[in-house]
T-cell receptor, first 113, second 116 residues
Framework: AQSVSQHNHHVILSEAASLELGCNYS??????LFWYVQYPGQHLQLLLK??????LVKGIKGFEAEFIKSKFSFNLRKPSVQWSDTAEYFC???????????FGTGTRLKVLA | DADVTQTPRNRITKTGKRIMLECSQT?????MYWYRQDPGLGLRLIYY???????NKGEISDGYSVSRQAQAKFSLSLESAIPNQTALYFC???????????????FGPGTRLTVL
């Protein structure tokens, strides 16, 4: 079955540290890829998305992600995190032709001031 | 005003009770979804609907039913609630703009349901 894996369940960083969150999916066809963020007590909001073209996509708040097709990966990065980035991050994949989104289990990020 | 709203925001109920969660959207989207979120499990799809006459089961539909009363309204029902249905429930919408272009989902604020 198709799946999305986020290997880091909990990440703790100090402010100004660099961030990379992994996301891998299992599907050999066309995909659309998303990263969502859920701040404490809030709903999911889109950080960035990839449909086609340049595999390096930039999102809001200084986040970026790189689609590496050969590795079935879409890792999220930020050069310097802030305390306000404390949240849960979800990778999601829309597999072409299925019309359904599959979410990873999420990564809880805590940034220490 | 929020584009995707959910009512109620919090609900505590007892085992065996019937409960309905409602979702409304003003985005004009044709596709609507219901998810549940559990710690460590992420979001799992319960039901989805591509238009008023098209409703489909997701990966965990057992114990749930839905109704798409209008393009803007999509309700989730628990016919006989049980404690393991305690979770955070999210409604989401998306727009179909052709077969080659998919848009992101927009989420409501969530309903926290507790079944005692």
């Amino acid at each position: 079955a198709q799946s999305v894996s986020q290997h880091n369940h909990h990440v703790i960083l100090s402010e100004a540290a660099s961030l990379e969150l992994g996301c891998n999916y299992s599907y050999g066809g066309t995909v659309n890829l998303f990263w969502y963020v859920q701040y404490p007590g809030q709903h999911l909001q889109l950080l960035l998305k990839y449909f086609s073209g340049d595999p390096l996509v930039k999102g809001i708040k200084g986040f970026e992600a790189e689609f590496i097709k050969s590795k079935f990966s879409f890792n999220l990065r930020k050069p310097s995190v802030q305390w306000s980035d404390t949240a849960e991050y979800f990778c999601a994949v829309l597999m072409g032709g299925t019309y359904k989104y599959i979410f990873g289990t999420g990564t809880r990020l805590k940034v220490l001031a | 005003d929020a584009d995707v709203t959910q009512t109620p925001r919090n609900r505590i109920t007892k085992t065996g009770k019937r409960i309905m969660l409602e979702c409304s959207q003003t985005k004009g989207h044709d596709r609507m979804y219901w998810y549940r979120q559990d710690p460590g499990l992420g979001l799992r799809l319960i039901y989805y609907s591509f238009d008023v006459k098209d409703i489909n089961k997701g990966e965990i539909s057992d114990g749930y039913s839905v109704s798409r009363q209008a393009q803007a309204k999509f309700s989730l029902s628990l016919e006989s609630a049980i404690p393991n249905q305690t979770a955070l429930y999210f409604c989401a919408t998306s727009h179909s703009s052709g077969t080659l272009s998919y848009n992101e989902q927009f989420f409501g604020p969530g309903t926290r349901l507790t079944v005692l």
